[in-house]
């Protein structure tokens, strides 16, 4: 096994916290899960997603078209119609995002408390 140096160590976790800050992000998952039973229309994921503004769903889709996780197609129809839909990249992400909705779901209460109890010591 390789052991990395410090100095290597640091920036492969600032690549990977910069990617994680991506996906982690409350608009780019709820987007991922909008689009996991198939393709969708920009106003359809606007509305399953639910509180997005228009500016922010096309910021979260193409940054994840950047990032390969969404495919955007342009249908030549009169007017054009454009779905998005994940790629194989994109696929993989809804296995991960489930189990941290799971661990979140199961931790809920807890991280609700604590968050009360320190509140409250810092009145």
């Known amino acids: 096994m390789e052991v990395s140096s ?22 780019t998952v709820l987007v991922v899960l909008s689009l996991r039973d ?6 359809d994921i606007k509305r399953h997603v639910g509180g997005i503004s228009q500016q922010m769903l096309t910021r979260t889709l193409k940054i994840l078209e950047r990032d ?32 941290l909705g799971h661990w979140a779901r199961a931790h809920l209460g807890v991280i609700h408390d604590n968050r009360r109890r320190y509140d409250a010591g810092l009145a």
């Open 68 to 99: 390969g996780m969404v495919q955007r197609t342009v249908h030549a129809t009169k007017p054009p119609q454009v779905d998005y839909r994940l790629t194989e990249l994109g696929r993989s992400l809804g296995e991960p995002v489930a189990l």
């Open 38 to 43: 198939g393709p969708r229309r920009f106003n």
């Open 6 to 27: 410090p100095l290597t160590a640091h920036a492969d976790c600032f690549d990977i916290s910069e990617i994680l800050s991506r996906i982690g992000d409350k608009w």
